[in-house]
């Protein structure tokens, strides 16, 4: 069952500064399939994935 993984980036173990939030979409294996970019608060982030769950078989793939 694939999932999406929401985290807010570390700089380091140590470090108590957190950077951006980000998203991963996992596959049933725990590898990562696709993810997005930094969003500066948590509901950009999960519109992000939002966005992303909306698209069907309708969404048209284009090549430059």
């Known amino acids: 069952l694939m999932y999406f993984e929401v985290y807010q980036e570390q700089h380091g173990a140590l470090s108590p500064i957190v950077g951006p939030w980000r998203w991963r979409l996992r596959g049933a ?36």
């Open 29 to 64: 294996n725990h590898e990562t399939i696709a993810s997005g970019e930094g969003y500066q608060n948590k509901n950009d982030c999960l519109h992000a994935i939002a966005l992303v769950q909306s698209t069907n078989n309708d969404t048209p793939i284009r090549e430059p």
